[in-house]
């Protein structure tokens, strides 16, 4: 099955391709030939994966799916949450968001966080979503140089490394993405056998 991934981010589309097997050929919007930015204008992760699915649709009526995830901080009330990618501003820069992050948090004592993911998948024109949840804690001082976005800051629960000091390998053990895109697997499977 061809399936386009909407997204130009190359870490995301490096971790999902870690995950689904062989069977499912994954093109980024690049690799597709689609020279776009998508915009997320929505104020739930759920809204915005599902309009950028829907627009690649909508474009090439090809087998699409999109996904879109937000750090969301119990102390700070969920936030940045759908806001994550641009939390300190529209320059979208993974070092601002963090340090507004960490500003934000000083003095707090609940650090417990999570990362969650919208899958949104379109198969012959019909939508359907997954989830996928990863529960953590926000570091005072960022450690590591791997990863992107909010992952020098952030430890999942059961592990001693942040994000950005694991393999891509390490990450996807605990990873919300892993496990969104391991539900969208599963129901590609019984697609393809029913
Ligand atoms: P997007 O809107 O789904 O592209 O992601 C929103 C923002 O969340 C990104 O700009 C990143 O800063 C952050 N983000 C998304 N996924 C991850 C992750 O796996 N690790 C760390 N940060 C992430």
Redesign the pocket.
């Known amino acids: 099955m061809n399936l386009i991934f909407a997204t130009n981010?190359q870490h995301k589309a490096d971790e999902i391709r870690a995950v689904i097997p062989a069977s499912i050929s994954l093109l980024t919007l690049k690799e597709a030939g689609i020279d776009i930015d998508i915009p997320?204008p929505h104020d739930t992760l759920e809204a915005n994966a599902s309009e950028k699915a829907q627009v690649i649709w909508d474009m090439k009526q090809t087998n699409c799916f999109s996904?879109?995830?937000?750090?969301e901080v119990t102390s700070l009330h969920g936030e940045p949450g759908v806001k994550?990618?641009r939390y300190a501003g529209e320059s979208?820069s993974?070092d601002d968001?963090i340090d507004k992050l960490l500003i934000n948090l000083a003095g707090k004592t609940d650090r417990s966080a999570r990362?969650r993911t919208v899958i949104s998948v379109i198969i012959n024109g019909l939508e359907t979503r997954f989830e996928g949840i990863c529960e953590g804690i926000i570091l005072e001082e960022r450690r590591g140089g791997k990863?992107?976005?909010?992952?020098p800051v952030?430890i999942p629960l059961g592990a001693d490394k942040s994000?950005a000091e694991m393999t891509m390998e390490e990450k996807n053990r605990y990873?919300?993405?892993r496990k969104a895109t391991e539900k969208l697997v599963a129901f590609l499977n019984h697609l393809e056998k029913n």
Do not use: P, Q, V
């Not at 996904?67 to 750090?71: K, R, S």
């Not at 990863?147 to 992952?151: E, L, N, T």
């Open positions: 981010n997320e996904e879109d995830t937000g750090l994550s990618a979208r993974f968001n990362f990863g992107f976005g909010y992952d952030f994000f990873s919300h993405r």
